[in-house]
């Protein structure tokens, strides 16, 4: 062994007058830990969280939308499917009529919500954005058994079937088979022009929709196409045409020739395609500059630790000025003197990366595994020893062989082991109340590999570079200063 390394690993280790200067050591081990640990969880969530979101918007919607101008309506829409399935960077594509209607339930006597209400083609639809996969009933918009009930139930005249979001559901009160009236818009009454009357078509729930992505199934309703062109009169018309295709990355590049292929007189309107990305544009640009600011964030954190390895290397160095002069008249150059220090808080650094990374790493499997846990009182049963063993420690009771030693570290770190993964558990964001702000029923977790190596880089940097003033200073002391009270 080296001679720095020798004497570094000699001053790491706790001996009778220096074991303050260790326990400074292992906090420093701690708050470099700490601080790797934050920023890998931290980052891990931000990109459940954007990941997430984006899984489930690609999932629900179509990546380029079609429309004129105002939303207004437009026909020939076969042919125009046709022309944009043609390109190669496109999957399918489908007909929508998508509009806002006020509804409530047939049991109600007034307005209740506005919701979103969507017209598609069942089959197309599929394609496009998998609706069907999302849906808890029937997707039957024309002849599900639960209209024909209803039909026989009620008075009124059914237009058709409607999947309604789960959410927006258990909002109005409503199961399968209720009927729900939609409000299309409201007529002038033919005696009295003052007075309004409301054009109403009843619908009968024959689907939940379900998600987990809470701006569907808090909000919107999907009909059949033809019911949907006969609510605003518009037979074979539609007002937009979803687009799915091969790779959702290449949308900006594939909305303009879709605009191209598919051509728009001038009566008709502006042709506009607008892609998942610009859609939801605000949304993924707070989420980076979030991350940004919590890479920042923790950045800092580890920063304050490597002061604290500073701290120890200065307390070192004032505690061990009589060996470094007796090293410099033993013939030590300045620099095997700078290399000591600079080899003790670098190990310091690297291993409270380590184990920052190991701990990080840890409570992210923890907070994505959904797997059953043990009850938390077997932790703190398992924990009782472990308490014991440390009080036996720091009361020094008795002595203990190398061996020994190392089994009880090992014990000590599994038992931590095994009351983490009791008490570290997914959370749920439903029992939090935030499903609908985050747009998910769990907190997601996703590893990014590059920046875990990233941020064990910079940790290992910030700590190397707090050991370089340390480390100075000790190579400059004169020997002669050093022992000269000696």
């Known amino acids: 062994m080296k001679f720095e390394w020798f004497v570094a690993s000699r001053y790491l280790r706790s001996r009778r007058k220096q074991s303050f200067i260790s326990l400074i050591s292992i906090i420093s081990i701690g708050g470099v830990a700490l601080g790797v640990a934050t920023v890998i969880l931290a980052i891990a969530v931000l990109n459940g969280v954007e990941h997430g979101l984006k899984e489930r918007f690609l999932a629900n919607e179509a990546h380029v939308v079609l429309m004129l101008h105002g939303s207004d309506f437009f026909g020939g829409y076969t042919q125009r499917i046709a022309q944009i399935e043609a390109l190669d960077e496109v999957v399918a594509a489908s007909p929508v009529v998508y509009s806002q209607v006020a509804v409530f339930p047939e049991h109600s006597k007034r307005i209740q919500d506005v919701i979103h209400i969507k017209g598609i083609e069942p089959a197309k639809e599929d394609i496009v954005t998998g609706f069907s996969r999302f849906v808890a009933g029937s997707v039957d918009f024309q002849n599900s058994p639960l209209i024909a009930k209803a039909e026989r139930l009620s008075d009124n005249t059914v237009t058709g079937g409607i999947v309604l979001g789960a959410r927006l559901a258990d909002r109005l009160g409503i199961v399968k088979g209720d009927i729900l009236r939609l409000v299309v818009e409201l007529q002038e009454h033919p005696i009295n022009p003052d007075t309004f009357i409301p054009d109403l078509s009843n619908f009968v729930v024959i689907g939940l929709y379900e998600s987990e992505l809470a701006v569907y199934d808090n909000s919107f309703g999907f009909i059949h196409i033809a019911a949907a062109q006969k609510l605003y009169n518009r037979a074979n018309r539609v007002n937009a045409i979803f687009v799915r295709l091969r790779d959702a990355e290449v949308a900006p590049q594939a909305a303009p020739r879709i605009t191209d292929t598919v051509q728009f007189s001038v009566l008709e309107g502006l042709p506009i395609a607008r892609t998942w990305m610009e859609v939801h544009a605000p949304l993924f640009a707070a989420l980076r500059l979030e991350k940004t600011l919590t890479v920042v964030i ?78 938390p009182w077997w932790a703190l049963i398992v924990a009782m020893p472990v308490l014991l063993q440390v009080l036996i420690a720091l009361r020094r009771i008795t002595p203990r062989p190398g061996g020994f030693k190392m089994a009880l570290w090992l014990f000590w770190l599994v038992s931590i082991g095994f009351g983490l993964y009791c008490f570290v558990k997914p959370i749920s964001l439903v029992e939090l109340g935030l499903s609908q702000i985050y747009q998910m029923n769990q907190l997601p977790i996703k590893v990014n590999w590059f920046f875990v190596g990233f941020i064990n880089a910079l940790s290992f940097l910030i700590c190397w570079l707090a050991t370089l003033y340390p480390a100075w200073q000790a190579a400059n002391l004169n020997p002669v200063e050093a022992l000269q009270h000696e």
């Open 298 to 375: 923790e950045a800092l954190i580890i920063l304050v630790a490597a002061f604290n390895i500073a701290s120890t290397l200065i307390m070192t160095v004032m505690e061990k000025t009589r060996d470094v002069g007796t090293f410099r008249t033993l013939g030590a150059s300045r620099g095997s003197i700078m290399g000591i220090f600079m080899i003790q808080g670098s190990v310091i650094g690297i291993l409270g990366t380590l184990l920052g990374t190991g701990l990080g790493l840890t409570l992210c499997w923890l907070l994505s595994s959904n797997s059953l846990r043990p009850s």
